[in-house]
């Protein structure tokens, strides 16, 4: 089985390996070819990637490739986990939208779009490479902002392309932990879009006990949610937020943490790997450490104007793994293996959300098997929460219309369309600022 990972060289690639070196059943990923247009990346992550196999009887060969078509024929699964633009694409993402005085985080508002605008080509000319090298391959896309190059890619690949993301998973494991539930028992009733999505329940044995949960402020209040949105504003609800209705809910609050921060998650990210890959030339430190230290830091400060803003301290020791490996690892054996499980995944939605269309690629649970993803019908959500899921994916389908055609007005009007922008002259000099300064935005006409 042979695994090819696109942005090979990048800094979470560990984690995937070290799940695939948990996996020793039959029909496990055997060969994995890491691509990446930067050779000195990939040698940094096969530094790693080699001391993490050092002690593990067949462990997965590792090769690495900076031809993109030679790395895709002959796949069965292809990781999508890229970063057009750099590290210093998304700093400049927040940059510019903070200076119009709205928000620049990578997936959610303007950097949201930017983001997208310049993915969104890349990841069609993958799709096209795939559907042309590897028509039978599987391509599981953590590459953000997910939802929308998900669906990007599904224009091409239909469902062979699947989206992943580890926030619905670790905000399930959470609940079903406070609830004293076995996770892998639960079912997580969650829907919406990528990063835009609610827990409306969580059943174990027949019976919801999240209403146990929305009656018992101190149980409430005892995890990341809870104390990031505040217990009365998940009761008002009735239902737990992903993290990143934060920006959302809080924007006021978040924009201004973020622009009278020191450096912006980009910028710190940017510095921090650049060190990181930095060592990585040096032949006499371990790649291993250097690269754990380097994570648990990232770990450490994820959302951390958020937290502070809420005053919801410091994180918790168990969301510091994060997780987005696991579900990456359970998702490839559903498949390869026939495996039936159901996880939260970025799927089109086929009716299960009635009030989008069925090509809209929505986050909801799935049945996962040899077949792919097959998402669960889900009830309906309030409309409050319908409407920002109605107006996000407004956005994103004009993301992808831009992108197609090329054009700077409907650019333009992806970001006036944002709840998160609140003047079509803000989303103008978005666009003025945003083609400044990133040479993927060129083909903005
Ligand atoms: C969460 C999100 C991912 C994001 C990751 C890392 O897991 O679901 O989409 O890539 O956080 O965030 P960071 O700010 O550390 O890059
Ligand atoms: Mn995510």
Known sequence: MKLTILGGGGFRVPLVYGALLTDRGEGRVTEVVLHDLDDSRLHAVARVLAEQAATVPEAPTVTATTDLDEALRGADFVFSAIRVGGLEGRADDERVALAQGVLGQETVGAGGIAYGLRTVPVAVDIARRVARLAPDAWVINFTNPAGLVTEAMSRHLGD????????????????????????????IDY??????????????????????????????????????????WLQSLGAIPNEYLHYYYFNRETVRAYTEVEKTR??????????????MKRPDTSALTAWDRTRAEREATYMAENRET??????????????????????????????????????????????????AVIEVPCLVDANGAHPVAVAPLPDHATGLVCAVKGVE?????????????????????????DSVNVARRLVEGYTEVHPGLAYLK
């Not at 079903?176 to 079912?187: D, T």
């Not at 044995?205 to 209040?221: F, K, N, S, V």
């Open 191 to 232: 829907v919406g879009l990528n990063h835009l999505g609610w827990v409306r329940g969580l059943r174990v044995a027949g019976r919801d006990e999240l209403p146990r949960l929305l009656a018992d402020p101190d149980l409430l209040g005892s995890f990341e949610e809870g104390k990031l949105f505040g217990t009365d």
């Open 266 to 279: 980009g910028a710190f990210l940017r510095d921090q790997q650049a060190q990181f890959y930095d060592e």
């Open 310 to 359: 809420a005053g919801a301290g410091e994180r918790d020791e168990d969301d510091l793994s994060g997780g987005y490996e696991k579900v990456a690892l359970a998702l490839m054996r559903a498949i390869a293996r026939d495996e039936r499980t159901t996880l939260i995944l970025n799927v089109r939605n086929q009716g299960a959300l009635s009030v989008l269309d069925t090509d």
């Open 397 to 421: 389908r004009e993301v992808l219309t831009a992108a197609e055609n090329g054009s700077r007005a409907t650019a333009v009007k992806a970001f006036a369309l944002h709840p998160l922008v």
């Open 160 to 187: 062979r392309v699947i989206g992943i993301c580890d926030s619905p998973v670790g905000l399930g494991r959470r609940i079903a932990k406070v609830l004293g539930a076995n996770p892998r028992e639960a079912f």
